[in-house]
């Protein structure tokens, strides 16, 4: 029994020593994202010491399990894919209906300079390990291997799940996940700042706790600034934020991507919202402004594209939605993929996601035909932007913001069928490319990859 005792007791200093030794200093950003994702934070970080937790080492374990089985069947065969097929891929990418899905977005395009993601749940607070209880750690991490479960498995996240999970949580918000998917893809934190958008879509800093407590209509998300294998500095941004007509556009969302310029588009499991009128802002912002657009059926509806300005070229197999969107059947997707032999792909996208089930459509602009009045991406520092704060492990190095030029697009306001404000002369080449294009031998929407 004393023996038994003395155990005990030892257990207990060992933990309090640990929790004493954790509150000690401030962590990095960064190894707070990898101690979140299972890997072993740096040997001087105040988050080591933990690392002897069981609970954490279990974390490991699952994690390390669960990251085996979605690249070897997923994220491998994705990457191989981009890299033949996607091979001039824009600075920018638009990612809306994301959720915290970083971890496909860097699979199809590894090579982009600011990721931009979306989705209606609210980023949280900056995640701080050091000030949670060994339970509460414990659960967290059970909490997060429960919210991944459903996009490791099948490739997307069963958001009112997720939200649960999230918050029974001891960290809430996207941005926990956020940390692991930079994590597992091998990315280097610099620097975290929570950020807001003004009226003019400008990206400031935000004091508040990352929540959508400050009022409707409001954009709160984070900037988040990492450097890959190659050391290149990238930025993610991810809002939580309501993409119908009206949330796209009172919240500075819209002018926000306007000042990013020309991007490239991503869409997946996006639940058909893409199909409906109250979401046909965020529809012709994607199609206004980028070059190639990533979707599976449940993107942009297939008619949508102009045929003068777009190719798109099918790959996989399209059986229809699932049974949940039965309505959103597309006839014309249906042609465009028994028209000739479509080219198969060895992996899973979208809610179809057994393997030889799923399709992809790979959307490439023709026309050139892009906004004048608009800003590139450049670096620079957010408005109120502090690097000096412990967030991040290197600081100095962060490449944040963007170029927030008040110039905006002719075709600011949009209306449903996207082509109100084409001017005559715009109207009448349209009609002769269109013409040309029917004479052409080629079928519809489809040219040799």
Excluded at 207 to 217: E, K, L, M, V
Excluded at 246 to 258: I, N
Excluded at 324 to 335: D, G, I, P, T, V
Aim: aromatic share 10%; glycine share 8%.
């Amino acid at each position: 029994m004393k023996a038994i005792l003395a155990f005990a007791l030892v257990a207990t200093a060992v933990i309090v020593s640990w929790a004493g030794e954790a509150h000690s200093q401030p962590a990095s950003a960064n190894d707070t994202a990898r101690m979140l994702a299972g890997i072993q934070p740096s040997s001087n970080s105040p988050l080591f010491v933990l690392t002897k937790d069981p609970a954490w080492q279990q974390h490991v374990d699952n994690f390390n399990s669960l990251f085996a089985k979605v690249e070897n069947r997923q994220l491998t065969r994705i990457r191989s894919w981009s890299r033949a097929k996607l091979t001039s891929p824009s600075p920018v990418l638009f990612y809306m209906f994301s959720g915290p899905d970083f971890l496909y977005a860097n699979a199809f395009f590894p090579n982009t300079s600011t990721y931009v993601m979306s989705g209606l749940e609210a980023t949280g607070p900056i995640p701080d390990l050091t000030k949670l209880s060994r339970e509460a750690r414990g659960r967290s991490f059970r909490n997060i291997e429960q919210s991944l479960s459903s996009i490791v498995a099948y490739g997307f996240f069963q958001t009112l799940d997720m939200r649960h999970n999230l918050a029974a949580s001891g960290l809430t918000g996207t941005l926990p996940i956020l940390y692991v998917f930079l994590a597992r893809s091998g990315k280097t934190i610099t620097h975290v700042s929570l950020v807001r958008l003004d009226d003019s879509g400008t990206a400031q800093v935000d004091d508040g706790d990352g929540s959508d407590a400050g009022g409707a209509g409001i954009a709160r998300g984070v900037k988040i600034d990492f450097v890959g294998d190659d050391r290149r500095p990238q930025t993610l941004y991810y809002f939580g934020a309501n993409v119908d007509n009206d949330g796209f556009e009172s919240s500075g969302f819209a002018r926000f991507c306007e000042h990013l310029g020309t991007g490239d588009g991503f869409v997946k499991s996006a639940s058909y919202l893409m199909h409906r009128a109250n979401f046909s802002h965020v529809r012709s912002f994607l199609l206004q402004h980028t070059r190639l657009i990533v979707q599976d059926d449940s993107g942009i509806p297939v008619d949508r594209f102009d045929q003068a300005s777009w190719q798109l070229h099918p790959f996989g197999h399209y059986s229809g939605p699932i049974a949940l969107f039965a309505n959103r059947y597309q006839s014309k997707l249906s042609e465009l993929f028994s028209q000739r032999a479509v080219e198969s792909i060895d992996f899973a996208i979208g809610y179809r996601w057994h393997p030889g089930s799923s399709n992809l459509i790979v959307a490439t602009r023709t026309d050139g035909g892009m906004p004048d009045a608009v800003a590139g991406a450049t670096s620079g520092s957010l408005s109120g932007e502090d690097h000096s704060n412990h967030v991040a492990a290197s600081d100095k190095n962060s490449t944040a913001g963007v170029n927030t030029d008040s110039r905006k697009t002719a075709n600011r306001s949009i209306s449903e069928q996207g082509s109100k404000y084409a001017t005559r002369n715009r109207s009448a080449a349209r009609t002769r490319r269109l013409l040309a294009h029917r004479a052409s031998p080629q079928p519809f929407w489809f040219a040799d990859w």
